[in-house]
């Protein structure tokens, strides 16, 4: 069965870098997400992605956050200048689009900011 | 704003049956969603509901009243590997681009006993 892939699964960084977390999407699937989940807290929404732009962010996904799809297979996202609370699980998922469908989580990775 | 509640934790023994509910108040309903996510992973699709009524799928079922936003899901012939988190999630309104992100509660912790 197709699924979602992330990398790299662990990355630790110090406050201020920039990192960027790496995913590829389902083949067939044109939305793409990224959710987070802090350690013990609900999974929370950040930013979805379809026909190269995005169409709907949450109040987290501020200016230090981006996403882009450089090629036709990789969807990422970026950090500018990590926080000490940016520490979390971050979660690729993407859909077919309709409204039953669900969405396909990849197996995340996990952030930590020193 | 959104809110989805569900218990924290709840404990079953092997073999028995066990009903996780979930209330929601949400602006918007594309349906609702529950997943699976064993610790440390990540959230795996269970199973959708957009009309009211019970959904069945093997052991697991699921329960939809729109009118009293109630959900619950229901998991038979408990076994040892469905001790996890499981996850409400409501799809709250179409973005307009077919972004039919989704607002997850915090999770019910499932302990299955023998």
């Known amino acids: 069965e197709p699924e979602v892939t992330q990398t790299p699964s662990h990355q630790v960084t110090q406050m201020g870098q920039e990192v960027i977390l790496r995913c590829v999407p389902i083949?067939?699937?044109?939305?793409f997400y990224w959710y987070r989940q802090i350690l013990g807290q609900k999974v929370e929404f950040l930013v979805s992605?379809?026909?190269?732009?995005?169409?709907?962010k949450s109040e987290i996904f501020d200016d230090q956050f981006s996403v882009e799809r450089p090629d036709g297979s990789n969807f990422t996202l970026k950090i500018r200048s990590t926080k000490l609370e940016d520490s979390a699980m971050y979660f690729c998922?993407?859909?077919?689009?309709?409204?039953?469908?669900?969405?396909?989580f990849g197996n995340g990775t996990r952030l930590t900011v020193t | 704003g959104q809110n989805i509640d569900q218990p924290t934790e709840m404990t079953a023994t092997e073999g028995a049956i066990v009903q996780i509910n979930c209330t929601y108040q949400?602006?918007?309903?594309?349906?609702l969603f529950w997943y699976q996510q064993h610790a440390g992973e990540a959230p795996t699709f269970l199973s959708y509901n957009v009309l009211d009524g019970l959904e069945e799928k093997g052991r697991f079922s699921s329960f939809l009243s729109r009118s009293k936003g109630y959900s619950y899901l229901l998991l038979k012939e408990l076994q040892m590997k469905d001790s996890a988190s499981y996850l409400c999630?409501?799809?709250?309104?179409?973005?307009?681009?077919?972004?039919?992100?989704?607002?997850f509660g915090k999770g019910t912790k499932l302990s299955v006993i023998p």
């Open positions: 949400t602006s918007g309903f594309n349906g």
């Open positions: 083949s067939n699937h044109l939305y």
């Open positions: 998922a993407s859909s077919e689009g309709l409204r039953s469908s669900p969405l396909h």
């Open positions: 999630a409501v799809s709250p309104h179409d973005s307009g681009a077919g972004s039919y992100q989704l607002t």
């Open positions: 992605f379809y026909n190269n732009e995005i169409s709907e």
